[in-house]
């Protein structure tokens, strides 16, 4: 019954990222506007930023740049703003996709009048309150907070698989409550009560393809892209690193290949 329930909740939309391997860190928090870029630490104190993408600024003193350097900043300032806005909606979209499709089986399985709903909305509503904390657009300013870059489906943070996971727990309790405690019957009713349910999720299977089939794979096309572009843009920051004696200690971006270098 639990694999039963876990394989149609994870198939639409959360498992079609499974085989998205995006092994990516922010180690500090990244603000963007059309002006500059900011990288902060945990408590908001700027670390270095970058004015109209080519001046650099380190704990407040201006970075003379040569041509080299200057055109390295130039291609990393780019990119991320670029990426960082499409970044925060990207995460915001499949947050969004992925709470719709659990509230969506629960209610196809077990109603929304079951007395087990209002839990499952909360662990819902505070998985999009840690997008919300993670991924910010405020005015002209967007955010994204340090910690890790996983796949779609992890959602940035090990706290919200858990809060997703602790929904689907939640639900499962409500499906065997619905279907009135498999272990007391037997024969013929119990058979036939897994039979109903089977079928049931069969078919709110076909409809969530139906639903949400084409936006998750839309989806997964953004996070190949969004995975693709913070791996070249590591590469750019690596070099300024070993060329900007002032950025030698300051390491923004972390892929595997960093991991394995720091």
């Avoid at 694999?3 to 079609?16: E, H, Q």
């Avoid at 003193?61 to 990393?76: R, T």
């Amino acid at each position: 019954m639990r694999a039963l329930l876990f394989t149609i909740c994870l198939m639409y939309p959360l498992t079609s990222f499974a085989d998205l391997k995006c092994d990516i860190d922010l180690k500090y928090g990244v603000v963007v506007n059309e002006r500059q870029i900011r990288v902060v630490d945990d408590h908001s104190r700027t670390i270095y930023q970058i004015n109209d993408t080519n001046q650099l600024i380190v704990l407040g003193e201006v970075v003379p740049l040569a041509s080299k350097q200057q055109a390295e900043l130039e291609d990393f300032s780019t990119g991320i703003h670029y990426v960082v806005p499409k970044m925060i909606i990207l995460a915001t979209e499949g947050v969004q996709l992925a709470v719709e499709t659990v509230e969506h089986v629960y209610q196809g399985l077990v109603g929304a009048d079951n007395t087990n709903y209002e839990k499952v909305q909360s662990s819902l509503q505070r998985v999009q309150d840690r997008i919300k904390e993670k991924f910010i657009q405020a005015n002209e300013n967007f955010y994204i907070g340090p910690g890790r870059l996983e796949n779609v489906n992890d959602l940035v943070d090990q706290e919200i698989e858990e809060q997703l996971e602790k929904a689907f727990n939640t639900s499962l309790g409500g499906v065997l409550s619905a279907i009135g405690g498999l272990s007391d019957g037997g024969g013929e009713e119990t058979e036939q009560k897994v039979d109903d349910l089977s079928q049931r999720i069969e078919a709110m299977g076909q409809e969530l393809e139906r639903q949400v089939g084409s936006k998750a794979q839309y989806l997964r096309k953004k996070a190949h892209w969004f995975c693709k572009k913070m791996n070249h843009l590591d590469q750019i920051e690596e070099s300024l690193r070993k060329n900007v004696p002032e950025l030698k200690d300051i390491n923004v971006i972390i892929t595997s290949k960093t991991k394995m270098s720091d």
